[in-house]
Each structure stands twice: as structure tokens, then as C-alpha cells.
């Protein structure tokens, strides 16, 4: 069966109150329930975790080869300014999937940058918690194609 780890970074905890006009009322155990279900009806066994620190974001990357098909980040905030998260997906040579609720690039200009795109398969953002299902077929069609 295939297994994905699906991540989120700083703050993501804080959904359904933060900033409410960005990021919707949802809230990320919602994103939790979506995700599970999806892979249910794709048959597909899901991870999903949260931590607002960077080394244990890093720490998670490490663990999901051998143990993962791919993985869907939602790096938060750490997208435009860590390179080690880009150097720990190059370094497990998974399949990744950059994952954005809201559309960075309408936003402000340091949003725009991204060191996880330099090394992902692709990147969604702008859906809102429906990216992660959209994400989901995506790596699925992927990890299906390429076997
Ligand atoms: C975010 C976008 C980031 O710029 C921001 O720092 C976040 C959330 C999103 O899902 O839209 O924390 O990753």
C-alpha cells in the first residue's frame, strides 16, 4: 500500500483562529479528518504530523525514508527561509509536494521566494485546506506513473 507522510509547520496548529481572513476557519484536526479520509477512499496509508520546530520538521524528513512513499509539506513560514529543509529532501530523495493553504504568490513579496519549489515535484497552494486532497492525487498519479 503506498504511504505518505503529509507535514505541516509553524503555526499550522493555530488554524481555525489565525488569521481567520487568510487562512478560513478550519481547523488543522479538520485537515487531519479530510487527509485520513482520502487516503481511505484512494488507499493510501497516511502519517500526518505538525511541529512548529525546524529540527524536528528536519528530524521527520530523515524518518520518512524507508518508511514513505512521499511526502506533502506544508513548511509554513519556513518555506521562504530554510535551507535545510531543502537539503533534507534532496538528501532522502522522496517525492515531495510543497503544499500552501493560501496563494503566496497574491502575497507579500518575501512569501514569493520558496527553497522547498527549488527541489519539490510540484507546488500547490491557494485552495485552501482542498489542496491537501489535491495533493494527495497528485502524488498518488505520480508515485503510480513512475512506479
Ligand atoms: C502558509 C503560507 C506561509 O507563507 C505562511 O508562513 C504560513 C502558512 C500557507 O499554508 O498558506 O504559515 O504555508
Not at 74 to 97: K, Q, R, W
Not at 106 to 111: G, H, K, L, N, Y
Not at 120 to 140: K, N, R, S, T
Amino acid at each position: 500500500m503506498t504511504s505518505i507522510l503529509i507535514l505541516n509547520g509553524p503555526n499550522l496548529n493555530l488554524l481555525g483562529t489565525r488569521q481567520p481572513e487568510v487562512y478560513g476557519h478550519i481547523t488543522l484536526d479538520d485537515i487531519e479528518t479530510l487527509c485520513r479520509s482520502h487516503g481511505e477512499a484512494l488507499g493510501m496509508d497516511v502519517a500526518f504530523l505538525q511541529s512548529n520546530s525546524e529540527g524536528a520538521l528536519l528530524e521527520a524528513i530523515h524518518s520518512a525514508k524507508g518508511a514513505h512513499d512521499g511526502i506533502i509539506l506544508n513548511a509554513g513560514a519556513y518555506t521562504h527561509t530554510s535551507i535545510a529543509l531543502m537539503d533534507a529532501i534532496s538528501s532522502v530523495e522522496l517525492p515531495v509536494i510543497e503544499l500552501h493553504l493560501s496563494n503566496v504568490h497574491a502575497r507579500e513579496e518575501f512569501r514569493h521566494v520558496s527553497y522547498i519549489a527549488r527541489v519539490a515535484l510540484g507546488v500547490i497552494c491557494g485552495f485552501g485546506a482542498a489542496g491537501y486532497p489535491l495533493a494527495m492525487d497528485a502524488l498518488l498519479g505520480h508515485l503510480t506513473r513512475d512506479g
